[in-house]
Structures are given as C-alpha cells and as structure tokens.
C-alpha cells in the first residue's frame, strides 16, 4: 500500500473524483452557451476569438470541473463553468439597456462602451470565482494539494501529469468575497487590465469592487447591479430547475449576501439609518447593534425591489428567518427572534432584532459609529438603586443633555455632590453631619461622558463629511492625538487636515458655507482665520459649536460677543 507524507495524508479521497479533460473538451459541454455570448457579443468571429474567448477559457482553467455548491445550486460537476458563464451572459444582455459613461460625449462614449460591456462580462464571469480559495481543498491521487494562488487548475494538473483529482469540501466554509480579487490574475490577463484602463479612471475600479464585493455606494455602479441581478436570476432558475430533478435543495441560502449588502447600503444612504438618531432605525449600545423591525425590513424590501432582484423574499419575516439562519442576527437567550428595547427619550419598548456582529452593518465605514453609554435592553423602570427619593444632583443628565466638554478638573468639580463641613466631636448634634451621612454616595458614579461627534446636516457632501467626522471624533480620550480643537467661537479645525485626506480645501470650504456650518469673528471677514495650533502658526475655519454633538454649549460664546 501507497504511503502518503504526514503532511498531505489527511487530504488524500477515496471518492471516485474528476476525470481531466483537455480544453476543448470541456468547453464542448457548453457550446450553447459560449454561442449566445457571442451572439450578445456583437463582434465578428476573429474579434470574438480574440477578445471574449480566450478570457472563457482561462476562466474555464481556473474551475475546470469543480461545483459550485455541495447541495445546492450548481452542485454538479462543471457548476462553476457553468455558473460563470450564465452570469457572464446575462451580465452582458443588460449592457444593452444601459448606457455608460452618460456624461461623457458622444465620441467618447463610443470608444468607451465595448470595455464597459467587456468588462461587465468579466466580473459576471468571475462573480463566484472566489470560491476556488474558499471552499474547496482539491487533491491529486498522490494527495498533493492544489495551490489555487499560484495556479490555475488545469495548468496544476497537465503539471502534475494527472489523470483525476478529487475534491473535498473545507468545513464551515465562510463566503470571502474580496478573495475574487486574486483570481482575477488567472483569468484576466494584464494586457486586458491596462485596454480597460486606458483613457478612463472608472472601468477598472468598478470592476474590481464588482467582484470583491465592495460595491461604490455613494458611486452609481452599473456594472455591479447588471451583475448581481444576473447572478440572483441564475441561481434562482437553477433552484427551479433542481427541485423538478432533485427533490427539495437548500433554497434561500444565497440570499444572505444580497441582504447583508441591502443593510450596508442603507446604513451608508438611507437618513432614517443613521445610528443613535430619534426615529432611526439603527440603535447601537454597549450590548449590541439592534435594528428596529419590521420597519428596517420594509427599507430592505424598498431597496431590493428597485433592485429587481428575483427570488428576494418580501415579508419580513422571512427576511429575518434568511438572516437568522445565516448567522447575521442573533436570538434572544430565551430562542426568541426579536428583542425589546427601550432607545434614549422613548417611554415605551420598541421591538428589533440584534445583529451577532458590529461588522456586519459598520463594515468600511470610517470612523465607524460610537455606542451609547447606557445599554438599551434594561428595564428603565427598576429603580432600586436609588436609596433616596430625593433628587441626585449628580443623576445621569436627561437625553440630550450636552455634558462638558473637557474632561479636566472642571468636570469632576461639575459632577461633583457639595463638599460637606468638617463633623463636629458629636456628630449627633450636627444635622449637617447626619445630612452628609445619609447622602448616597453611589450618584456620582452613574454619569457617563456623552462621545464628542459631529452632528452635520444630511445636506452636507459627504467626502467632507467623512474627513470632518474623523478629525471630530479626535477630540475623544482614547482616539491618539487631537487633530482640531476648541476655541472661543467652536472648535477650530486646520485645513491641512482636509489636504491630508484627499480634499482641496476650497472643496471643504465651500461644501461646509453651503450648509452654514462656519463661524466667522462677528460675523463677517474670512472664513478662515490663522491661529496657534500645536505651538505652530495654523490656518484653519471654525466650526459651529452646535454641529458638534457632546459638547456643553454653554461653554462657547456667541460671534456677536467676541471682540466686541
């Protein structure tokens, strides 16, 4: 009997595996198909055999004969061909019903359009490519594992010599799809990278984050919404098609990406999605990310409808049963869906579900949102531990209430209860003694510091938005050194911070006067004023103290006052 290497013995299969197939042999299987591309495709035979079928072909190298999924869509040998190549064909049909570049003139258009629909093709072709690294450990007979980073598939084996191979499925396979950015090299080669690049800045990128999955919100992405429509209208006619011939598959599990995606867009667009607001539907605390239901589910519904995306389940509870089962939302230590929670100025419970991580909804957005002090799954209504029916004076502030901004001696003294007189010998004789011993001395310690961040209107562009959140959120313990700071009229902001995210300053300056976010010295003369920052001579604008949430108002004076 063959002896396997420690190493690689815990791969070797004793399933029957895949034969090898040449090239032409695979691709025959699929005739129809490469057909109806070039139908779509428009091009004379040379150009199409020059263009569009050496990339079928390199895509075909990379997955050779490998499924899609175990048990469920295109779970048959060949389901990734196959798979890339109904999306890549679809991808490229709705090309026709869009145009590209739209702001660009016409000239420029027509030079444009054959890499726009070149390039939707490739990143429907490679929508599921990421699978290769994710999900699958292929194996010669000897037990040699395939190295999918370097190497296409058909390459490793004509290596290798091989006449099968076998497949064995990586347990509890997570969905990891910004690895299709590797597999692009395989399938695109350079050469075709830099003809999509060439006289434009936006092909590439989109396809990119097409097939990474990181899609431009606040960009119009065409070519990704043609390619996940395409990918949800395929695995759903396959699903049809499996249940005629298979029984029963496992619908629904392909959904979770269009609705994790659905909850990110929102989080990134939609104004009753902001965190922490009145009204919003994201509330984010110290024990957990909730969202309130069913109304975020009647947003996703909106949004995927728009979408049109077949198969997308319209009633909340299902939506919620999909997420449930994927692991996005969590339950309840009781088994219950749904959680009750009590946001800041709200007298009664509202109902909403839990994500089971912050990274689901927050993931790429910089910096991402704080939680509240105070949890909202307790009961507000349990107040044992008050001892005395007295008003605290050091109670935590009502909702709303803007704390102090620094954190300095003036804060402790600000909290803290009045310094009572030394006790007499009889403390007996001393009302005041008895007083300053029966006040609770737990009051000063329920305050918690409301997070210092920026409250911008939704008006406001939000490239500058996003820089001035960061140099904001700076202003916090804990978040490395202050980038802006407080001075009579709000808080000064330098405008080399602008530059160094990226952002002119007269983009800053014009985007924040807009919105009337600036203070100027009584009012008039520049908006920007030069001031010491850090020990050096700074130019800079100040921002209005009440765009500035955590903040004591009261502490800032009015334009009117200073230097007058």
């Known amino acids: 009997m063959q002896a396997y290497p420690p190493s690689s013995r815990v791969f070797a299969s004793s399933d029957p595996g895949f034969d090898v197939l040449g090239m032409d042999e695979l691709l025959a299987a699929h005739d129809d198909l490469i057909a109806r591309i070039k139908l779509c495709h428009g091009s004379s035979r040379t150009d199409f055999e020059q263009t569009v079928l050496p990339l079928i072909r390199r895509y075909a190298s990379l997955v050779h004969l490998l499924p899609a999924t175990s048990d469920n869509y295109f779970c048959a040998p060949g389901g990734m061909l196959r798979l890339g190549l109904e999306v890549g064909l679809f991808s490229l049909q709705g090309t026709d019903a869009h145009i590209f570049s739209g ?145 029963a598959p496992q619908y629904g599990s392909h959904l979770e990406r269009y609705l994790v995606d659905a909850l990110r867009h929102l989080a990134c667009t939609h104004p009753g999605w902001l965190v922490n607001r009145e009204k919003s539907r994201v509330w984010y605390g110290p024990d957990g990310l909730f969202l309130v239901w069913p109304s ?51 007298k009664v419970k509202i109902e909403a579900i839990k994500l089971s991580s912050v990274a689901i909804l927050f993931a790429g957005l910089t910096p991402a949102p704080l939680p509240l002090a105070q949890g909202l799954t307790a009961a507000p209504e349990n107040s044992e531990h008050i001892p005395s029916p007295a008003p605290c004076p050091q109670a935590a502030p009502a909702p709303g209430t803007q704390l102090s901004l620094i954190p300095s001696r003036e804060w402790g003294e600000q909290l803290a209860p009045p310094i009572a007189p030394e006790p007499s010998p009889n403390p007996a004789r001393s009302p005041i003694a008895s007083h300053a011993e029966s006040t609770p001395e737990p009051c000063p310690r329920t305050i918690e510091r409301t997070p210092i961040a920026l409250q911008a209107p939704l008006r406001l562009n939000p490239v500058v938005r996003d820089a001035l959140n960061e140099v904001v959120n700076t202003l916090n313990t804990g978040t490395g050194p202050a980038q802006c700071c407080t001075v009579a009229l709000g808080v000064f902001v330098p405008l080399h911070e602008f530059e160094r995210r990226g952002i002119q300053p007269s983009m800053a300056l014009r985007a924040l006067s807009d919105v009337h976010m600036l203070v100027r010295d009584q009012g008039r003369g520049p908006p920007t004023t030069a001031r010491d920052f850090n020990g050096t001579p700074t130019v800079g604008l100040t921002i209005a103290p009440r765009f500035i949430g955590g903040v004591d108002l009261d502490a800032f004076a009015s334009p009117e006052t200073v230097g007058g």
């Open 103 to 247: 702001r660009a003139t016409i000239s420029v258009r027509r030079q444009l359009e054959p890499r726009w629909r070149l390039a939707t093709f490739v990143a429907g072709l490679c929508c599921e490519a990421h699978r290769v690294l994710s999900h699958f450990i292929v194996t010669d007979a000897s037990g040699e594992v395939w190295p999918a980073y370097l190497q296409p598939l058909s390459d490793w084996l004509a290596e290798r010599q091989a006449s099968r191979y076998f497949l064995r499925w990586r347990p509890q396979a997570v969905e990891t799809r910004s690895l299709g950015v590797f597999t692009l090299a395989h399938v695109v080669p350079p050469a075709v990278m830099q003809d999509l690049a060439q006289d434009n800045t936006v092909i590439l990128p989109q396809l990119m984050a097409s097939v990474s999955g990181m899609a431009l919100y606040r960009d119009h992405n065409v070519l990704d919404e043609l390619v996940r429509r395409s990918l949800a209208l395929v695995i759903d006619r396959n699903l049809q098609a499996n249940a005629d011939r298979y029984g």
């Open 296 to 346: 975020a589910a009647q947003d996703i519904q909106t949004l995927l409808d728009a979408a049109q995306l077949p198969g997308i389940p319209k009633a909340p509870t299902t939506i919620m049963e999909v997420l449930l089962q994927a692991g996005a939302f969590e339950s309840t230590p009781a088994g219950q869906a749904t959680w009750l929670i009590q946001p800041p100025g709200t």
